[in-house]
């Protein structure tokens, strides 16, 4: 047995504490040597449900004290683009949770640090790591529905995520709903077709606005891709209508409702197995670690693959400012 990859884990807060989860799973592949947390309860959380005895009130401690191999970081996303290159910069393979940052530029400055420094730097969109997302993925990459001409989404009524109180409310620290909610969103279609968008036009509202809540609560957009394919999404945080996704080509269609299904191939019902999303889903962990281990690249959610996701969220964001159709950055 190989020694276990040493963990540093950057947050201990409920996103964090769900990737320990994911990791304790995996048994001895990888093992959270410390955690970061500015809050003495939150350390203390970590601490008591999965005995990590060491535990630092900031970053620059613990990369001072701490060898690891890795960096796990799931901290408010205003901290993404600091926080992932200090890690890098220390030697640290990293995943950070989504989104990756909140400017492009940002993200390009991650990618560079992570291949500067010869580096894995991982984006936690984990959704491509469901069973039924994948199964989706299968049946595209084998053509089930011949070219895909246009792909449907509706994600309805998840909630804004915290209170007034909650960093995720304030816009200048989120980024809003397009980062916080529609990266998952955008990053599984971006992924199911396997091509770039090239343009967006998107509406982006804020119709239940509350004096200490600043991000929106309505998007919808559609977007085009390389091969002309269309892309309709719809975010929401009213409504409680759920989840669907419907793809649809020129042989067939693929209707799903969630992310576990029943999945609907030209309107017979597939059953998939039954699958819990949670943060710390430990396919993604194991992914990340056993690339690591193996010393080869990340076959799934590198930065370099999810920065196009990140190109249409910043260009869909830009286009609900101006109200025009925005070319996506390449």
Same mark, same amino acid.
């Given at each position: 047995?190989?020694? !276990?990859?040493?963990?540093?884990?950057?947050?201990?807060?409920?996103?964090?504490?769900?990737?320990?989860? #994911?990791?304790?799973?995996?048994? %001895?592949?990888?093992?959270? &040597?410390? #955690?970061?947390?500015?809050?003495?309860?939150?350390?203390?959380?970590?601490?008591?449900?999965?005995?990590?005895? =060491?535990?630092?009130?900031?970053?620059?401690?613990?990369?001072?004290?701490?060898?690891?191999?890795?960096?796990?970081?799931?901290?408010?996303?205003? *901290?993404?683009?600091?926080?992932? &290159?200090?890690? @890098?910069?220390?030697?640290?393979?990293?995943?950070?949770?989504?989104?990756? /940052? @909140?400017?492009?530029?940002?993200?390009?400055?991650?990618?560079?640090? $992570?291949?500067?420094?010869?580096?894995?730097?991982?984006?936690?969109?984990?959704?491509?790591?469901?069973?039924?997302?994948?199964?989706?993925?299968?049946?595209?990459?084998?053509?089930?529905?011949?070219?895909?001409?246009?792909?449907?989404?509706?994600?309805? +009524?998840?909630?804004?995520?915290?209170?007034?109180?909650?960093?995720?409310?304030?816009?200048?620290?989120?980024? #809003?709903?397009?980062? +916080?909610?529609?990266?998952?969103?955008?990053?599984?279609?971006?992924?199911?077709?396997?091509?770039?968008?090239?343009?967006?036009?998107?509406?982006?509202?804020?119709?239940?606005?509350? !004096?200490?809540?600043?991000?929106?609560?309505?998007?919808?957009?559609?977007?085009? =891709?390389?091969?002309? /394919?269309?892309?309709?999404?719809?975010?929401?945080?009213?409504?409680?209508?759920?989840? %669907?996704? =419907?793809?649809?080509?020129?042989? +067939?269609?693929?209707?799903?409702?969630?992310?576990?299904? !029943?999945?609907?191939?030209?309107?017979?019902?597939?059953?998939?197995?039954?699958?819990?999303?949670?943060?710390?889903?430990?396919? &993604?962990? *194991?992914?990340?670690?056993?690339? &690591?281990?193996?010393?080869? !690249?990340?076959?799934?959610?590198?930065?370099?693959?999810?920065?196009?996701?990140?190109?249409?969220?910043? $260009?869909?964001?830009?286009?609900?400012?101006? #109200?025009?159709?925005?070319?996506?950055?390449?």
């Amino acid at each position: 047995m190989k020694t !276990p990859i040493r963990i540093l884990l950057v947050g201990c807060g409920r996103m964090a504490l769900g990737h320990a989860s #994911g990791l304790e799973s995996l048994g %001895e592949l990888g093992v959270i &040597i410390a #955690g970061v947390d500015p809050s003495e309860d939150a350390r203390n959380n970590l601490k008591t449900q999965y005995g990590v005895s =060491t535990t630092f009130d900031n970053l620059d401690d613990a990369l001072a004290n701490v060898k690891a191999d890795a960096a796990i970081i799931a901290v408010p996303n205003f *901290l993404h683009r600091d926080y992932t &290159i200090a890690c @890098l910069e220390r030697g640290l393979h990293t995943l950070i949770e989504k989104p990756m /940052a @909140l400017t492009l530029a940002d993200v390009d400055d991650m990618i560079a640090t $992570a291949e500067a420094k010869g580096k894995l730097l991982m984006s936690g969109q984990s959704q491509r790591f469901s069973t039924t997302i994948r199964q989706v993925k299968k049946l595209l990459e084998e053509k089930a529905v011949g070219k895909i001409r246009h792909v449907i989404h509706r994600r309805l +009524g998840s909630g804004r995520g915290g209170d007034e109180n909650s960093w995720f409310a304030c816009q200048e620290l989120s980024g #809003g709903i397009l980062p +916080g909610i529609g990266v998952h969103s955008l990053d599984v279609l971006l992924w199911w077709i396997d091509e770039k968008a090239v343009s967006v036009s998107a509406i982006v509202q804020n119709i239940d606005p509350h !004096p200490d809540i600043d991000i929106e609560d309505e998007v919808s957009l559609i977007a085009t =891709t390389e091969s002309n /394919a269309i892309l309709n999404c719809a975010l929401s945080f009213h409504h409680r209508a759920g989840t %669907e996704w =419907t793809v649809m080509g020129d042989e +067939g269609v693929i209707h799903l409702n969630g992310t576990s299904g !029943p999945l609907l191939l030209n309107s017979k019902e597939q059953h998939i197995p039954e699958t819990v999303h949670l943060a710390g889903e430990p396919t &993604i962990h *194991l992914e990340f670690l056993t690339a &690591i281990r193996d010393n080869r !690249p990340l076959a799934q959610a590198s930065a370099q693959d999810v920065r196009k996701t990140m190109a249409l969220i910043f $260009a869909a964001m830009k286009s609900g400012k101006t #109200g025009k159709t925005v070319s996506v950055s390449r």
